[in-house]
């Protein structure tokens, strides 16, 4: 990408908001509210201005701070200001809007069969209920490997299988799992299938949130940490990966001295660079990390457009969401964006061909993303606080467990949960 | 002698290393071809147990395929039967109920029904499968026989085993029935645990397709070659590939030959791995396994372990004692050597104490010291450290030259040569400067390139060729000296004693002729006269610089000598028409501490000198400036200056050498020495002082002489009040000499006014007359422009009266202006320069009587007449001439010829016999001084105021001295000056008179 092209795409944003509606006074106008930054994204800014164009119906875009924007939307909830949509990710702070109470349910909707599964189902809460309409970008995470430093092996199909690969190529001197101790976000693909999986996921994570367990009482994380602890004893992270960071997993990886990292697929088009291997070079598979047994993926956090349920023009704004569900608007509105499909009509979009590889993969193991969306007081960084201190060898694999824990609830305290 | 001792000195310290290390290379070799022996040994031990494992594996595994299909196939029969159970034959069990029993019996994981299109159905979860097979059943149907293949069910690899049968089953209308095992489940066949767990072995294809593996997780690979890649270069994978193609094509079905193997070592990332592949005689199958050499061999390695911790134990006995050995001898050699080197450190640093030569050493690259002597400190004054830190430190001792030699030029030294020269150092403490021949060797020290300076001291041989030189030259000069000073006095005595020798001819011829003898006698006298100090100053030249003279330090006054010395050059200058002045600067002090003759006879010459050599008409200054003063001691500056014909810049400079004229055709004209100045020059030395001249041919010169005295403190100046003075008016056209008189005069409590012309002077005396202020004195110059002194005191005295004292100030001879100042009412005469103390003395009798004219002292002239000497000498023409004198001068005179004779007759005369004693010095019997001192101790009435004045050729100041010491009154020189005679009687007799005594 040019330098000067993100900035060329945040001021035509910027226009596109003014003209759609950014000023608009119009008392028929839809509010929309979002976060400043979720409203400038390309395809979000097409996709208002197509619906103005198409119908002719006015939209009053309403952006707030990011660090507002909790707060703010929730004040502007209980008043006459309230907005008609209001955008949301499916997590933990989501709670806090009493869903149940102010927004619409589309169990019903028209387009709920056109969303993808892994979309629906981050989009559903426990009890089975479509909250909103995914209108958002969206990717894989998984294990990305070297096609050709893995010749000779196979998709491992067993976490033992997996683990024996590791140590074949290691005895091969390769070293089979860029995880740098700065990166923070790799555990928690491994933690999604222990709250994710029915029927004692979403149990387990309620009783966590509920603070009636805490990680030590669930096995699958000392599991998974466990096999984390192993695996940088064996040397599967390689050697000096406490040293190394975000910036350290391109070259690691292009160079070929590193055989897989945990990531996601359209980091092969924003971070890395081609060296002795190129992105071609790399095909995805599950991330194994002992909590399933075939392995994980994680899809995409999803920004979801939710309709207000005391809205007077809740009508129409069921109508702009069918409108955003129809694949002629929405591939207009993603046209040449690079992200995973959220709706299966969904043909514009760019994709990469590891996802599309592993499609039938994806389509088996893919999992929401739980651990971070909807754990309260998970930190992705506080956790690899933990990991890092049991990788230096200050603490054991219980104690790593209970830091990881304790750090959870500091943080939820720390942000107002009543936990 | 034994033969140990009769070898050669290299030999010894070479044969023990030599034999040393022939034994650890033969220990070496022997360990080399053992452990190579061993490492194939092992290898072929390697190798057979391997072969030996794995075809118990192949076999095993071949009886676990046939095992299987023996399964499928009772299976088989059963489950066709089944299908006809209710009807045929009564079984209790139904088929699903006897799979399962099968299924937990034999440990499969599930049993699949097969038809032609590679469909399958799942007996376990009961269920088509949602895509064919990939492998196999093709195979089975083609061949209608058992099969072994592996397949993907879902995502789990599985091997299978199937059979051909016929039937439907659920629906389903199969063609084969097979049951499939997990890798997990079938590593147990592969005996995965051989070789503690360590080994990978596979079931694989001859391409390398690995159908299952015994590896513990190694369900993922899925082709070995490839894995292989990278571990092992292509063409030895390609060799096993196509080696194992060759093995499974010769093998008999489910019957390998026992010979049918393939066995690869191989070595990766310093691990041993060793490969054995063999057929299992099932299609392209084969069993291969990859296993770390040390685990193969474990038991062989351990003896062989064993073996090598024994042979190095030994090895390490033998070397430790080999070391041990070695040890001794070099500490042996090594203290001997420390020894002789520390003897010669020692040596070596004694020598360096003890000699005065400096060695370096320095690294040709860097310039740094590698070695220094120690003996740098004490000869050079240069810290050791600092010297071996930089060697340019000791430049900074060098003087004129240069120890650090540019780069280039040292580099450009051939080694083996060598480049040297000569240098003066300067000790930096003590300035001690030392002569060293340095000597920079460019030289080869065992392979490395150093410099090696060797500063060799030539400081003695220095001096003594200095001293040498200097004997050498100081003879050659004493040489030069001596025939310059014959040559000089040849001349100069030679020429005087030519004229009184012809004029003495000529007179005798001219006897009877007045005038020309007149003529003759008044040259022959100039000519003895020239002759004579020609003598006197060669005398005190060798006295001078024989270091005999000596200072005679007294009191004396400062306007007395400058009077006596006007006295004595004014006449001169005044012969010449000169104008000659003296002045003061700086208020000097009257009464000093000084030898005053020696002082007298440097300004005496410097002021002939000047008179001398100034034409006629010239102008003289002297002055003396008191130019410092620090309690009783002062410092003065005597100025002679002069307008004559000057000096050229050549002569200046040894105008104070002896013998020194200058060679031109006015200075050839004037007689001299050309001792005077050099005599001058060494009696100002002699007291301390600096002579310097400034002079140019046609301008004059100007001599300096700076001395220091001690001056006398003066007594209270109370008395000018006493005498009721307290104005005073000066009148001199010299402003300088105004304002000097009035610096003099500061303190005394009088007045000074001035000015500068006689008019003024008129004016100011009248003016204050009219005032009723007159002045107490008036002093005025001789000679002024428009009214001169004599004019002015004229008109002062007219319209003032004849009270106020008037007094004229004059550098001249006032006697051809006495008279006429007289009648203009001068009360007196003071002589130029104006003192404090000549003035008070001048002045105390017109305040103590009537103002009147001061008179005259009485002529000398008559002085001797009438009187009776005793003379002593006992040179009879001396005496007789003496005799003669005396008698024109109308004296007489009694003789003694010894002093012992003198005293006698002096001790037998009436008192008031003798009028004085005329004393000779060097006498026989008793000398002058002796009999001094004898008449001083006797008894006689006049024994202590009988004036004794000394007569005699000693001359030196030490002379009059030594006379005055024993009791004389004065010295008078030989030959006897009659002026001077009579001088000095008429003086001492005065004083007799005034009853003042010496």
Redesign the interface.
Known sequence: MKPYLPLALAVAASLALAGCGGKTNDPDALTILGKKSDLTKPYMTEIFEHYQETTGEKLKIRSVEDAEYENEALRLLGTDEAPDILLHFHNADLNRFNVEENFLYFNDAPWADELTDSARAYCTDASGNLLGLPFWESSVSGCYYNTKLL????????Q??????C??LLD??ITPIFWPAGCSWMAQFGLDPVFADAPNGPETLAKLNAKEIKYEDISSVTDMVTWIANAAKKGWFGKDFLDKGWDDISPALASGKAAMTFIWDTWFYTDFKDGTYTKDDFALMPVFMNTAQ?GTYEGGNLNMMMVNKNSAKKEIAIDFLEFCAAPENYNVAFNGISTVSVFKGQTTNIQSKMVTDAKS?IE?YERVSTASTKIVGYSADDMMNALNALFRGEITVDACVKRMDENRLAKARAEGAEI | MSKWSKMPKWLKYTIWPAVACIVVAAVIMFMVGYFGFISEQSDTDAERNLKETYTQVSNSFGKLMRRNWSILESCRDYIELSDNYDSVTPQKVTPKEFIESKKEYWGFTDLYFLDAERNYYSFTEDKQGDKPLENGSQTLIDANKPIMAGETIG???VTMFAVAAKGEYNGFAYTAIGISYT??DMAKALNADAFGGTA?SFILRAD?NVLL?A?????????????????LDDETIDGIRADLTALCADCEELAPAADAYGYLPYTF?GEQRCIIYMPIGYEDYALLSDVPFTAVSHGFLLAQRATMRVLLIIFSVVIAAVIAVLIVYIVTQSKHNRKELQYRERMFDVLSNNVNDIFLMLDPQTQKVEYISPNIERLLGIKLKDARANIRTMASCAVDCNIIVPNEELQAIPIGSSRDWECEYMHQATGERRWYRVAIYHMSIQGMEKYVIVMSDRTLDKRLNKQLQEAFDAAQSANEAKSNFLSNMSHDIRTPMNAIVGFSVLLERNAGDEELVREYTRKIMASSHHLLSLINDVLDMSKIESGKTSLNVEPFSLPDLLEEIKIIILPQAKAKEQDFSIRTQGVPPDELMGDRLRLNQILINLLSNAVKYTQLGGKIEFIVQKIEESGQFCKLRFLVKDNGIGMSEDYVKEIFLPFSREKNSVVNKIQGTGLGMAITKNLVDLMGGIIEVESAPGKGSTFTVELSFTHVQEGAEDAWFRQHITRMLVADDEEDICLNIREVMRGTGIDVSYVTDGAAAVETAVKAHEHKSDFHVILLDWKMPGLDGVETARRIREKVGKDVPILVLTSYDWSDIEQEAREAGINAFMPKPFFTSTFFQTIRPLFAEAPQMKAEEPPAEGALNGRLFLVAEDNELNAEILQEMLAIEGARCELATNGKIAVDMFSNAAPGYYDMILMDVQMPVMNGYEATRAIRASSHPEAQTIPIVAMTANTFAEDVKNALDAGMDAHLAKPIDMDAVRTTVARILEKREKGETN
């Open positions: 010749k000779g092996f196979g998709i491992p199909s067993t033992e299988d997996f683990d024996g690969m140590e074949s091969k001197g075939r993969s088996k | 995502s789990l690899k890798n997990t990978r390398g593996s590896q513990r997780g190694g369900g993922a690979m899925d082709n070995y070659f490839d894995y292989l890649s990278g571990m990332r």
